[in-house]
C-alpha cells in the first residue's frame, strides 16, 4: 500500500482551490493533511510526514451548526502537531462535494457519509437484499453530490446463470445506462473488470446495506486483506462483516477507496436534482406537464400519468419517485422548521443577555 509520503497532493484530490483557500487564510505554517478515519470526533489525518491522532479544534465545534460542519472521512484539512503524532484540526479546505443522507430516526438531520469523491460503487447482493428502488434510493444522493455511479451486482455466485442475467436486465430496464458489473469474491469473477475502474488519483466509495460484501471486494480489489470478514450465514444467506467505521484505503495503483458501514436505511435528504437524474425518462416528460410544478399524482394534462397509463414508463420506477419525491419534501419542510425554531431560541437568547446587562 502506497504511503502519502510518496505522493504529490495535486495528484490525489488536492485541488488549486484548497491551495488558494489555505494561503488566503493564512494557514501557510500549518500542515496540510487527508482524513483517513473518523470516530466520535477523533480522527486519523496522513500527509507526507505519518499519520496523526488528530481532534477538532474548540472553535471549530463552538461555530459548527451541523454536522457537515465537522471534518469527515475524504476531507483535506489543516492541522498543528502539539505531540508526537498528535495534533488539532484548524480547518477543512473547500470539498469538492459532500455525500449526505437523512440521518436515522430524525426528521430533519443530515448525516455526512463521506466528502470530495469522484465514483460510487453502489453494490447490492444477488440474495434477498436485491432491490433496483434501494438502487435507485441510492443512485439520487448519489448523483445529487454530483457523483458518478457503477453498480455492482455482487455475489453472483449463489445464483445460476439464467438467475443472474434476470436481474442484470431488471436493472438495464429499469435505470437504463448505468454501469453495471457483475462479481463474485469466491470465484474472482467481475474483480478484474472492476480493477479497471479505479483510476489513480481518484476517490471511490463503496455504499450498500450491511453484508452485501463491500469489505470483502474492497480486500479483493487491494490485495491485501484490511476488513475482517466472515463467512456467509447459511441461515441468512448473508456476509457478516465488522466494519463499524468509515475508512479511506490508498490503494498500491494511486486510487484511494472510502469503505462505509452498511446502511439500513437510505432517507432522502434536499435530493430533487438527484432525483431527477435517477429517473431522468420520468423528468423529462414532465416537461410537458401542464403545469409548471405538478405533482404528478392527480393533476390534470399529466404527461407522467399519461405514460403510465400508456405503459411507456413502469409502475414501480413511477411509484419509487413519487415515494421519494415525497420523502425528499418531507425532509425540507422539517429542516426549515428546525431552522426557524433555532433562530426563534438564538434571538431569544440574545434578547434575554440584553436586558439582563442594562
Not at 447490492?124 to 433496483?132: E, G, H, L, N, T
Not at 434536499?270 to 437524474?277: D, F, L, N, V
Request: charged share 25%.
Amino acid at each position: 500500500m502506497l504511503s502519502f509520503a510518496l505522493m504529490d497532493f495535486f495528484q490525489f484530490g488536492y485541488t488549486e482551490k484548497m491551495e488558494a483557500y489555505r494561503l488566503e487564510n493564512g494557514y501557510t505554517e500549518f500542515d496540510v493533511g487527508r482524513v483517513i478515519l473518523e470516530h466520535k470526533e477523533r480522527y486519523i489525518v496522513l500527509n507526507s510526514k505519518g499519520e496523526y491522532d488528530a481532534e477538532i479544534l474548540g472553535q471549530i465545534r463552538f461555530n459548527a451548526e451541523k454536522r457537515s460542519d465537522f471534518p469527515a472521512v475524504g476531507d483535506w484539512v489543516v492541522f498543528q502537531e502539539f505531540n508526537e503524532g498528535q495534533a488539532i484540526i484548524h480547518a477543512i479546505l473547500p470539498r469538492i462535494n459532500c455525500l449526505e443522507r437523512k440521518s436515522v430516526g430524525t426528521e430533519s438531520d443530515r448525516q455526512l457519509i463521506a466528502t470530495n469523491i469522484d465514483t460510487a460503487f453502489i453494490v447490492v447482493a444477488v440474495d434477498r437484499d436485491f432491490s433496483v428502488n434501494r438502487i435507485q434510493r441510492y443512485l439520487a444522493i448519489v448523483l445529487d453530490s454530483k457523483i458518478e455511479a457503477i453498480v455492482v451486482l455482487n455475489k453472483i455466485d449463489l445464483i445460476k446463470p439464467e438467475e443472474c442475467k434476470e436481474l442484470l436486465q431488471e436493472i438495464q430496464g429499469r435505470i437504463p445506462g448505468i454501469p453495471v458489473v457483475l462479481a463474485s469474491c469466491e470465484n474472482e469473477s467481475g474483480i478484474e473488470e472492476l480493477k479497471k475502474h479505479l483510476e489513480p488519483s481518484r476517490t471511490y466509495c463503496l455504499l450498500g446495506s450491511s453484508g452485501v460484501g463491500k469489505s470483502s471486494l474492497l480486500n479483493k480489489l487491494s490485495g491485501e486483506d484490511f476488513m475482517s470478514t466472515a463467512s456467509i450465514s447459511e441461515a441468512s444467506v448473508r456476509g457478516k462483516h465488522t466494519t463499524t467505521h468509515r475508512e479511506l484505503i490508498l490503494l498500491n495503483n494511486g486510487a484511494m477507496v472510502i469503505d462505509n458501514p452498511g446502511m439500513r436505511e437510505v432517507g432522502m435528504a434536499s435530493t430533487s436534482s438527484g432525483i431527477q437524474e435517477a429517473f431522468d425518462i420520468i423528468s423529462n416528460l414532465a416537461l410537458n406537464c401542464k403545469y409548471s410544478d405538478c405533482q404528478h399524482i392527480s393533476e390534470d394534462d399529466c404527461a407522467v400519468i399519461e405514460a403510465l397509463q400508456n405503459g411507456e414508463i413502469a409502475k414501480a420506477d413511477y411509484d419509487n419517485c413519487i415515494r421519494l419525491q415525497k420523502e425528499q419534501e418531507h425532509f425540507q419542510s422539517s429542516e426549515l422548521e428546525r431552522k426557524q425554531k433555532g433562530k426563534a431560541l438564538s434571538k431569544h437568547i440574545k434578547n434575554y443577555y440584553k436586558s439582563k446587562n442594562r
